[in-house]
């Protein structure tokens, strides 16, 4: 449910301010949460059981003739951690090595500006998110919580350096993504990129933001139509201007739905190779999921698997989930997730790097509500 901050439409008498308006909308999600990473336990209350806690700030402004202007502003919070949302990093005592939590900072998440109508498509710049993001969520009942994978299994995102596998990011910096309309039914198709800013010519681009950047290129296709969406992407990531790595990954998503049952399918092609050409890593991976709805009740379960194509190993992820409505826009949620990793993908920095096993398994149960 979306909370209409400004309805100037409601409020002004010409037509001008008639077309316009801003609103905020998100999500805070938080419960009981207890980790397990190779024999090392922790448990507590945090967030993102079952979805990114956020806040949304968007606006939109009718321009005419079908023609809209707007933007988005995302901001991930926690609603459990102060520090995690003002960026301190140090405990209270000042004791060396240790956190409170993942600092982030106001409007880390998607940032965009974008113009466009049904006919000609939508043309966005910034901070936007990309299609493997697009592809992950459509393949999957989980979102990037607990049970999806997400960073793991989910090679596209995955922290994948132990396998070879340069991590991939939900979103890059100073890119451009354009939309089409959709034709044939609900076909569309997707480019997004940006240039590479390089070592030698760094000074140059500290205006940007960013002194040294990789050059993006993400070609797709959606396909959305009665009870079928579909994401199709392949994208590069080649940051070999700055003696770095070329990575290619192939992503594919879809899910069908049949009333109360979804059915959900993946998959995912990675591979990176050094500045000198020689591959490092490639992995594959494929999931099957699906979501039942009756009454109240939703019960979702997915299965995944990763394959490391240069050397023996594969990672599997088992996740389960429930929610119970209370409302439209308010939920008890519970979810598991179980990885058993062979190839490392899951590998962490202490406190959280046991060495019992190679399993990794993440329970969550708490409460989630939209606005």
Do not use: C
Not at 28 to 34: I, L, N, Q, R
Not at 128 to 141: I, W
Not at 272 to 283: F, H, I, N, P, R
């Amino acid at each position: 449910m979306k909370k209409t901050l400004i309805a100037i439409a409601a409020l002004a008498a010409t037509g001008a301010f008639a077309q316009s308006s801003v609103q905020l909308d998100g999500l805070v999600d938080a419960g009981y949460y207890s980790l397990n990473n190779r024999g090392k336990t922790a448990t507590g209350f945090s967030n993102n059981l079952a979805g990114t806690s956020q806040f949304n700030l968007r606006g939109t402004q009718d321009l005419g003739g079908g023609l809209n202007a707007g933007f988005r502003m995302e901001s991930d919070i926690n609603p459990t951690q102060n520090a995690a949302n003002t960026g301190s990093t140090v405990d209270a005592a000042g004791i060396a090595g240790t956190t409170k939590g993942t600092a982030t900072t106001f409007l880390n998440g998607e940032q965009k500006l974008f113009i466009g109508s049904a006919t000609m498509g939508t043309f966005a710049m910034g901070a936007v998110n990309n299609l493997g993001l697009d592809s992950h969520v459509t393949a999957q009942p989980f979102g990037t919580a607990i049970g999806s994978g997400f960073r793991a299994t989910s090679t596209s995102q995955a922290v994948a350096s132990v396998a070879g596998i340069q991590a991939a990011a939900v979103r890059y910096d100073n890119s451009v993504r354009y939309d089409s309309p959709k034709f044939a039914g609900g076909l569309g198709l997707t480019y997004q990129g940006r240039g590479a800013q390089t070592t030698a010519t760094s000074s140059a681009y500290a205006a940007f933001g960013s002194q040294q950047q990789s050059a993006i290129r993400d070609l797709g296709a959606t396909y959305n139509a009665g009870p079928i969406n579909a994401v199709i992407a392949t994208m590069t990531d080649d940051n070999t201007s700055n003696a770095g790595n070329l990575s290619k990954l192939l992503t594919a998503g879809v899910n069908y739905n049949m009333g109360a049952t979804t059915l959900y399918g993946g998959m995912q092609q990675g591979k990176t190779s050094s500045a000198a050409g020689v591959e490092t890593g490639k992995l594959s991976q494929f999931n099957l999921a699906a979501k039942y709805v009756t009454g109240v009740n939703t019960f979702m379960a997915q299965y995944a698997k990763v394959t490391n194509k240069l050397a023996d190993g594969k990672t599997t992820t088992l996740g389960l989930g429930y929610n119970y409505a209370l409302s439209k826009s308010a939920d008890i949620v519970a979810r598991y997730e179980r990885i058993t990793d062979e190839i490392g993908l899951t590998a962490a920095a202490a406190p959280f790097n046991g060495t019992d096993g190679n399993t990794r398994t993440r329970l969550g149960a708490g409460l989630q509500v939209r606005f």
